[in-house]
């Protein structure tokens, strides 16, 4: 079983900034690709940005130039830093985790998720 546990949430005015994390625990010893997705009220969770254990990186257009995803493999962690926040990218964040694959069950990788955390950008 794998864990996510994000922090980095809150409020803030348009134009500012904030850096989630997302921290991975468990048994597992490999990390295919973790990211973030986003899902507002009476819509789908959308993709906002992923980066695969080689670094490759992959973001929703609305987000390009603003935001930027990053990991740290020794620390099983993910980062956004969110900057130039407008209030559409007001939304509930979640954290993924693919393609992991546990020491239990080698032959089954499977996906996780975090329990989300609520970003507001308002004046």
């Known amino acids: 079983q794998v864990q996510l546990a994000e922090s980095g949430g809150g409020f803030v005015q348009p134009g500012g900034s904030l850096r989630l994390s997302c921290t991975a625990s468990?048994?597992?010893?490999?990390?295919?690709?973790m990211g973030w997705y986003r899902q507002t009220p009476g819509n789908p969770r959308e993709l906002v940005a992923t980066?695969?254990?080689?670094?490759?990186?992959n973001y929703l257009d609305s987000v390009k130039g603003r935001f930027t995803i990053s990991r740290d493999n020794a620390k099983s962690t993910v980062y956004l830093q969110m900057n130039s926040l407008k209030p559409e990218d007001t939304a509930v964040y979640y954290c993924?985790?693919?393609?992991?694959?546990?020491?239990?069950?080698?032959?089954?990788?499977?996906?996780?998720w975090g329990q989300g955390t609520q970003v507001t950008v308002s004046s």
């Open positions: 993924n985790a693919d393609q992991v694959y546990s020491i239990a069950a080698p032959w089954d990788p499977r996906a996780y």
């Open positions: 468990g048994s597992f010893f490999r990390m295919k690709v």
């Open positions: 980066i695969t254990s080689e670094g490759r990186t």
